[in-house]
């Protein structure tokens, strides 16, 4: 599975942006997938997974209610509707694939693919 992060972009404390993930390969609705984002100088933080069926979701505390997650299989596609964004939102954002269910699609060391990430800037 090869994914394609794009959406990312430059904008102000309280605005929004849809980020999205294209895979190609055809098992795409197979996997779990999730965004993920690091800032400069910190680790990688999961941000939200969604199941191959699209019917199950985790969420990041610091992101539910701002954050919204979907998937369309027969475009191998995954969106992430990001909206109130704060200047600490600021990072490189992840799409990733991993055929982990539950609540452990929080690790990224469970994901197999990673997609080259698509930078979010939040002025203050």
């Known amino acids: 599975v090869q994914l394609q992060a794009s959406g990312g972009g430059l904008v102000q404390a309280g605005g929004s942006l849809r980020l999205s993930c294209v895979a190609s390969?055809?098992?795409?609705?197979?996997?779990?997938m999730g965004w993920f984002r690091q800032a400069p100088g910190k680790e990688r933080e999961f941000v939200v997974s969604?199941?191959?069926?699209?019917?199950?979701?985790y969420y990041a505390d610091s992101v539910k209610g701002r954050f919204t997650i979907s998937r369309d299989n027969a475009k191998n596609t995954i969106s992430l509707e990001v909206s109130s964004l704060k200047p600490e939102d600021t990072a490189v954002y992840y799409c990733?694939?991993?055929?982990?269910?539950?609540?452990?699609?929080?690790?990224?060391?469970?994901?197999?693919?990673w997609g080259q990430g698509t930078q979010v800037t939040v002025s203050s």
């Open positions: 990733a694939a991993t055929r982990v269910t539950g609540s452990g699609t929080s690790n990224p060391q469970y994901y197999d693919y």
């Open positions: 969604i199941s191959w069926r699209g019917d199950t979701t």
């Open positions: 390969g055809r098992t795409f609705s197979s996997y779990t």
